[in-house]
């Protein structure tokens, strides 16, 4: 690759340019830049349905020496718009991985850049904050790529959950990973618990983790109404994750409205902003966002802190919530809104990643306590 560079640019919004090489499929695309921190885990970063519409920078410095594992997918394919690093690894170790970042890119479909300064980017994005920015491997003009980003669509008021959730209802029954037996490994072996799964954008590794806490897992598309999911008799109903702006959803803030006080609830990420629009709270955008595998989080009901896994882009707003709901926890970097309960209902979402993977792990325990609440509704 160091011998074979193509040319590549960067050109955000506000006119900022990256001049750079071109790693991965060629061709041009537009989306949300942003940033991620975290130090590894980039393949479950890059089949993220999260990150549709966005084009991710990894802050760290040295990206795709362990390659690529087939296992590893959160989703059907790769959902990122274009991806951003400073160094991809030439060489690759690693004696699950399947392929190369590289390869995995040019078979996915997805433009990347290297070789620019990435450190100045993410301190540009922090300052100015994230903004529409086009990637471009055969269009060098400035004045066009910008003419092509002030044409997109962006993110707020858009609904882009209905471009990634399935197109219809389907079992899982896939369980967390073990060296013996990989995927098929920790499979709960009496799962007693009807959980059907919302997706607007849900990841693979939640439901592992929904199963191997003994749930029977049903995942439905995000358009499925509160009287269909009620049909099921489920004994509890997840709200995953996904892309974009909450308020852009109202068929979903209706659908969990409807199921308030009848079933509990569990919410990750935008499944956490639903439920609290259900709830009668609002949202707003971030200036950056957070992204990353290093959040410090408050649970307020322990004490305790946690190291967190997130990648969001939008909050809830503390003041809309007081006389709603309780705020549970909160994000020590901004004091925003990172989880909530209900005095009376059983329900309680969180705004960052209990599932993730690579890790961090302090928060797995949200599925067992999600377990328990079922448990005792069943009473």
């Known amino acids: 690759m160091a011998n074979n560079r193509k040319k590549a640019v960067l050109v955000l919004a506000d006119g900022t340019v990256f001049q750079g090489y071109s790693f991965g499929a060629e061709g041009e695309v537009v989306g949300e830049v942003v940033f ?53 690894a030439r060489l690759h170790s690693n004696w699950r991985a399947s ?14 850049l290297f070789g620019i300064d990435t450190r100045k980017l993410t301190r540009h994005i922090r300052d100015v904050g994230a903004q529409q920015g086009v990637i471009s491997t055969q269009n060098f003009s400035i004045p066009a790529l910008l003419e092509k980003i002030n044409g997109s669509r962006g993110l707020v008021g858009v609904d882009i959950v209905k471009e990634v959730t399935c197109n219809s209802a389907y079992a899982w029954a896939e369980g967390t990973w073990t060296l013996a037996d990989g995927y098929h490994g920790k ?24 199963v191997a806490s003994g749930c029977d897992v049903k995942v439905v598309p995000a358009t499925t109404s509160a009287k269909d999911i009620l049909d099921q ?102 004091n925003t809104v990172e989880g909530l309960s209900h005095k009376t209902l059983p329900l309680f979402s969180v705004q960052y990643h209990p599932e993730s993977s690579p890790g961090p792990h302090d928060s797995d325990y949200l599925f067992s306590r999600f377990v328990n609440l079922m448990k005792e509704q069943r009473k």
């Open 36 to 88: 991620n921190t975290s130090m590894m885990g980039y393949q479950e970063i890059l089949t993220d349905p999260s990150y549709h519409e966005q084009i991710v920078t990894m802050t760290y410095p040295l990206i795709g020496n362990y390659g690529v594992s087939v296992e590893d997918a959160e989703s059907r394919k790769c959902f990122v718009k274009g991806f951003i690093v400073k160094e991809p």
């Open 99 to 112: 392929q190369s970042l590289d390869s995995y890119l040019k078979e996915q479909n997805v433009i990347g």
């Open 187 to 210: 499979v709960a072996a009496d799962r007693r618990y009807k959980v059907v799964a919302m997706d607007f954008g849900i990841k693979h590794n939640i439901l592992r983790n929904l």
């Open 233 to 334: 008799k489920p004994d509890g109903v997840f709200l995953s994750n996904g892309p974009g702006d909450p308020d852009a959803l109202p068929y979903a803030v209706d659908t969990a409205k409807n199921l308030l006080g009848k079933v509990p609830m569990f919410g990750i990420c935008l499944g956490h902003q639903i439920m609290a629009l259900a709830l009668g709270g609002k949202t707003f955008k971030l200036k950056f966002g957070h992204r990353g595998g290093n959040q410090p989080v408050k649970d307020l009901t322990t004490g305790k802190v946690e190291i967190t896994a997130q990648n969001h882009g939008f909050a809830v707003d503390y003041d809309s919530l007081k006389t709603v709901a309780e705020v549970t926890h909160v994000n020590l970097n901004d």
